[in-house]
């Protein structure tokens, strides 16, 4: 059973930074692609960034390109985003995700979900 565990998210300045961290348990991550997708409220879910730990690709939705960066320590199974120049528009709760096919696209998410952390900017 894969199991993908967030943290790193909390209360935050406009224009501050946080880290978000997944662990990832339960298998053999070497084939996988993890990534990150954000809810805000009132609004659906949507796609952040996603690495492949095999491919060595990564990409990011149009809104964070340049601000946040997704990267991997397969010795740990961790994945980390690290969101810099933070705006309020940024506030949603970010979800881990990961696919044994490295099938996540940005309008196709991964079998797998971590419980969601909470990111929140202030203005």
């Known amino acids: 059973q894969v199991q993908l565990v967030e943290s790193g998210g909390g209360l935050v300045q406009a224009g501050g930074s946080l880290r978000l961290s997944c662990a990832a348990s339960?298998?053999?991550?070497?084939?996988?692609?993890m990534g990150w997708f954000r809810q805000a409220p009132g609004k659906e879910r949507e796609f952040v960034a996603a690495?492949?730990?095999?491919?060595?690709?990564?990409y990011y939705a149009d809104s964070v390109k340049g601000r946040f960066t997704i990267s991997g320590d397969s010795a740990k199974n961790t994945v980390y985003l690290q969101m810099n120049s933070l705006k309020p528009e940024d506030t949603a709760v970010y979800y881990c995700?990961?696919?044994?096919?490295?099938?996540?696209?940005?309008?196709?998410?991964?079998?797998?979900w971590g419980q969601g952390t909470q990111v929140t900017v202030s203005s």
């Open positions: 995700n990961a696919d044994p096919l490295a099938l996540i696209t940005t309008t196709s998410p991964g079998d797998y």
């Open positions: 339960g298998r053999t991550f070497s084939s996988y692609a």
């Open positions: 690495i492949s730990w095999s491919g060595g690709w990564t």
